[in-house]
């Protein structure tokens, strides 16, 4: 089993790329400003030069999941996203496509058929993880769903909002904080607390525990980084 544990992007905590490889004891990183616009060769060339040993997980635009809603247009666009991404995946650096379903997006028949239909044209095979901010979704009968789909879904903890699930051999868990969504530093026992629900999903291949919670990411990135293997017993 593979842990990996980054930041959801790095411009709010130490502005720069080369500060977040110089700064941060990570191995992973989740490009959070991807969910805005499509990545320019230049900024892939420099994540290739500077950020080569680090897997990467990509925020998918939000044109695909709030514009869109997984229609034609959005397969469409989808793929013009994912080619500016393809020297990353030539160099297999990409693990996840992380999709932000909006609270409006609730579960119906006719979206699982275009999450369908989008999720077999978009030949992105088992990268696929939907972080779902409606809880609906979070039901037996949907998550089964996902599951059938290969779709891995993102265990979230955020103020009022606290979902530990599994639907593949892939945990992916996004930290945005317990007070204050993006803006809150979690303690030491909160942090075990989280660990222990991740414990409880195993077994997986790999484990993924992304912090979006720009005060904290250092501080909590760095406590869960010394924490993870006495609490996994690995």
Same mark, same amino acid.
Do not use: C
């Given at each position: ?25 990570f191995n ?47 397969i469409k ?21 992380? #999709? ?9 028949? $006719?979206? @699982?058929?275009? !999450? %369908? /239909?989008?999720?077999? +044209? ?59 969504? #993006? ?9 075990? $607390?989280? @660990?222990l629900e !991740? %414990? /409880?999903?195993?077994? +997986? ?30």
């Open positions: 089993m593979e842990v990996r544990i980054g930041a959801s992007g790095w411009r709010w905590t130490l502005g720069d790329f080369s500060r977040y490889r110089m700064l941060a004891p992973a990183i989740e490009i959070d400003y991807t969910f805005y616009k499509i990545l320019s060769q230049r900024e892939v060339q420099k994540f290739l030069l500077e950020g080569g040993n680090l897997k990467w997980a990509v925020k998918v635009h939000r044109s695909i999941t709030h514009r869109y809603f997984f229609d034609e247009n959005a666009f989808f793929r013009r996203f994912k080619k500016s991404l393809k020297l990353m995946e030539d160099r297999k650096m990409i693990e996840f496509y992380v #999709f932000i379903i909006p609270p409006a997006l609730k579960p119906s028949q $006719e979206l @699982l058929f275009r !999450i %369908k /239909k989008f999720i077999s +044209a978009s030949n992105i095979s088992n990268k696929a993880a939907f972080e779902f901010r409606s809880r609906e979704w979070y039901s037996e009968e949907w998550l089964k769903e996902m599951q059938k789909l290969g779709i891995t879904v993102v265990s979230v903890d955020a103020p009022g909002f606290h979902y530990f699930v599994k639907t593949t051999n892939k945990i992916y868990v996004r930290l945005h904080g317990r007070r204050n969504w #993006f803006f809150d530093v979690y303690n030491n026992e909160e942090l075990d $607390e989280i @660990l !991740i %414990k /409880k999903l195993l077994p +997986a291949d790999v484990i993924w525990i992304i912090l979006d919670n720009d005060p904290g990411i250092l501080k909590n990135g760095t406590y869960l980084l010394s924490r993870w293997e006495e609490i996994f017993h690995i």
